[in-house]
C-alpha cells in the first residue's frame, strides 16, 4: 500500500500567488483531513470529509482557503491570495472508517509551504 | 479548545520510564495518541474511548479518565526509537475523527 500522497513536498511562492497542494487518501478511506502545522499553533485541523463530502470546515482560517473532494481519491486545498502567514506544513490524512464510527488517521508526508 | 499536555519536554535515559498527560476542560468522547518525528508526518498510536479502558501497544499504554477529562500516555524502559513529539488529540463528540489536538510533548531518549 502507497500511504497517503501528497504534492509537492516542497512549494516556494510569492505573497499573492495561488497555491495548490494535492492529496491522494488511501484506498477505501472514507474519510479525508487537511491539517497545518506551525511551531505557534500546534496542528490544527482545518477541514475534513466523508465519502468525500465536507463535513467541517470550521478550522478554515480564512475566504482564501478552499478545499475540494471531486472523487474518491483525490483532494485539493487551495490558497488564493497566499500571504507569508500562511507559510506552514499541510497535511493530508485519511481513515478507513465511516460516521459515526471513526478510526486511526494515516497522514500522508506533508507539503512544506513557503510564503515569501 | 485545545487540550493541554504536561509536561513540555522530558529526557530520558534508555531504559527510563516517562509518563506524558492531557488535560480537557470539556467533557471528553475520545482521546488519540500520535508520534511525530523531526521532520516526519504523525504516526498513529492508540485511540481510547470513554469508559476510562487502558490500553496497550508494546511497551506503551494509555488510560483514559472521562470523569477527570483526562488521559496518560505511560512509557516502559524507553528505547531510543522513542525520541520524538507525542500529541494527543481529543474529540468532544462522536465526530467522524474531528480532532483537537495539544501543542505536544518533546521526548528525547539518551543512550
Known amino acids: 500500500d502507497a500511504g497517503v500522497i501528497q504534492s509537492p513536498r516542497h512549494e516556494v511562492t510569492e505573497m499573492g500567488q495561488e497555491v495548490t497542494l494535492r492529496c491522494k487518501p488511501i484506498?477505501?478511506?472514507?474519510?479525508l483531513f487537511w491539517y497545518r502545522q506551525t511551531m505557534m499553533r500546534g496542528l490544527e485541523l482545518l477541514i475534513y470529509f466523508n465519502n468525500n463530502v465536507p463535513i467541517d470546515d470550521s478550522g478554515m482560517p480564512e475566504d482564501r482557503f478552499s478545499a475540494k473532494m471531486p472523487n474518491a481519491s483525490f483532494s485539493t486545498l487551495k490558497i488564493q491570495p497566499s500571504e507569508p502567514r500562511d507559510s506552514a506544513v499541510y497535511f493530508c490524512?485519511?481513515?478507513?472508517?465511516?460516521?459515526?464510527?471513526?478510526?486511526?488517521?494515516?497522514f500522508g508526508p506533508g507539503t512544506r509551504l513557503t510564503v515569501l | 479548545q485545545q487540550p493541554v499536555q504536561s509536561p513540555q519536554a522530558v529526557i530520558l535515559r534508555e531504559g527510563e520510564d516517562a509518563v506524558i498527560n492531557c488535560s480537557s476542560s470539556k467533557a471528553l468522547y475520545s482521546v488519540h495518541w500520535y508520534r511525530q518525528k523531526h521532520g516526519e508526518a504523525p504516526v498513529f498510536l492508540m485511540i481510547?474511548?470513554?469508559?476510562?479502558e487502558q490500553k496497550g501497544h508494546e511497551k506503551i499504554s494509555a488510560s483514559f479518565n472521562e470523569k477527570k477529562q483526562q488521559s496518560s500516555l505511560y512509557l516502559t524502559a524507553s528505547q531510543l526509537s522513542y525520541s520524538g513529539t507525542y500529541f494527543c488529540?481529543?474529540?468532544?463528540?462522536?465526530?467522524?475523527?474531528?480532532?483537537?489536538f495539544g501543542q505536544g510533548t518533546e521526548l528525547s531518549v539518551k543512550p
Open positions: 488529540g481529543t474529540e468532544r463528540g462522536n465526530q467522524g475523527g474531528k480532532l483537537i
Open positions: 484506498s477505501g478511506h472514507n474519510s
Open positions: 481510547l474511548l470513554k469508559g476510562g
Open positions: 490524512a485519511s481513515s478507513p472508517e465511516t460516521l459515526p464510527n471513526y478510526n486511526e488517521q494515516f
